[in-house]
């Protein structure tokens, strides 16, 4: 059992980090477990965590998305860091984020009941995972052996874009909820909070990596893969929610969003090309 353990720190030492991860590691896998069972109790018995028949129908098909994307893209970006991948390392705070995201809305959405019990600990320790994991990069390192490759200011312009877009989205929600009586704030609510806290963080990032600086070298990349695994999760969610819920096929929110989804696909693809090319150098 040595050698393998002796490969991973050897393949860590090519990595930009100062320190080792495995506390961060250790983390992870915990945010991994967690997501994995809340997911698999409110898909298999959603009736024991969600107390009504409307929440059952909003976080369901969610639930199931968690387990198909929201696990692999977390466990994946592990696995990539510990081969020494440093695609893996950079989209891996995309991953924890992915999960922060997800479960701040079910907070917000699910009233104080035991299922807290998995849905706090899954909001704190992916965030404290991600401080701990952002706090290991090497900035300056990351910035001398990706800048130019990252391209900078199409890919920060795309965060910031993003970003605002999220956040005007949001606001126009709320302002329609005020006038309009067929808007469900309650149902809009949880994606509203969890969207303002990333929509901030997604425009400081972008402004960030613009403006080269170390912060949008750490999370640049992990937040257009996060913003990009997000449009997937949206998209499959809408397309679950007819077998599930036996509501009609949303055509058009579907189109919509896969034609706004390439604000961040198509930067996220550059910068993932050239994140892989600099890993090979």
């Not at 945010?31 to 109790?41: E, G, K, N, R």
């Not at 198909?68 to 924890?96: D, E």
């Amino acid at each position: 059992m040595a050698e393998p353990e002796s490969h991973h720190h050897a393949h860590s030492r090519t990595l930009p980090v100062r320190g080792d991860l495995r506390l961060v590691t250790a983390l992870s896998l915990l945010v991994a477990i967690l997501m994995a069972l809340a997911s698999l109790a409110g898909w298999l018995s959603p009736s024991t965590l969600y107390p009504t028949e409307e929440a059952i129908q909003s976080f369901v098909a969610n639930d199931i998305v968690n387990l198909a994307l929201g696990l692999p893209i977390l466990l994946g970006s592990m696995a990539a860091a510990r081969r020494g991948r440093l695609i893996g390392l950079l989209f891996w705070p995309g991953g924890l984020l992915y999960v922060f995201y997800n479960y701040l809305a079910y907070l917000v959405g699910v009233p104080m009941a035991w299922p807290w019990l998995l849905y706090l600990p899954l909001v704190l320790l992916s965030l404290i995972a991600l401080i701990l994991l952002v706090s290991r990069l090497d900035g300056a390192a990351l910035r001398a052996r990706l800048l130019g490759a990252l391209h900078e200011r199409f890919a920060g312009g795309a965060l910031v874009l993003f970003g605002v877009f999220v956040l005007l989205r949001d606001l126009s929600v709320l302002a329609g909820a005020q006038t309009d009586a067929t808007v469900n704030l309650a149902l809009e609510l949880p994606v509203i909070v969890a969207d303002f806290a990333l929509s901030i963080a997604w425009i400081v990032v972008g402004v960030q990596l613009w403006r080269q600086r170390a912060l949008g070298y750490k999370l640049g990349a992990g937040m257009l893969f996060q913003g990009s695994m997000l449009f997937v999760g949206v998209i499959a969610y809408f397309l679950l929610q007819p077998a599930l819920a036996g509501t009609p096929l949303a055509v058009a929110d579907i189109a919509v969003l896969a034609a706004t989804s390439l604000v961040c696909f198509i930067p996220l693809a550059r910068v993932g090309r050239g994140i892989l090319q600099r890993d090979r150098t």
